[in-house]
């Protein structure tokens, strides 16, 4: 479960290494299951932005953590959530 978490947080990084601001301090990976990356978004809009993002933040992501992901990642599900005091 802590590798789990670290590998979300360092993904979390390198999403907000490639995503603009103010943008990349209001999203976060918050789930991996099979070839599925969550990432969550505070506002709607900011999930659009990222959807047409999506093929060059996986293939970075994919790239980075070639030997620590059970397989590569295809897919981004965005998700809204509620905004978190201090979450950046």
């Not at 603009?20 to 506002?43: F, G, H, M």
């Not at 659009?48 to 030997?67: M, P, T, V």
């Not at 590569?72 to 599900?77: G, N, T, V």
């Amino acid at each position: 479960m802590l590798a789990r978490l670290r590998l979300q947080l360092a993904i979390t990084r390198t999403l907000r290494t490639e995503l603009p601001a103010p943008l990349n301090a209001r999203c976060w990976c918050s789930r991996i299951e099979d070839s599925t990356l969550t990432v969550t978004v505070d506002e709607a809009s900011q999930a659009s932005l990222i959807h047409y993002q999506q093929r060059e933040l996986l293939k970075r992501i994919n790239a980075d953590f070639k030997g620590r992901l059970v397989r590569p990642l295809s897919r981004i599900r965005i998700r809204v959530g509620a905004k978190l005091a201090g979450r950046r």
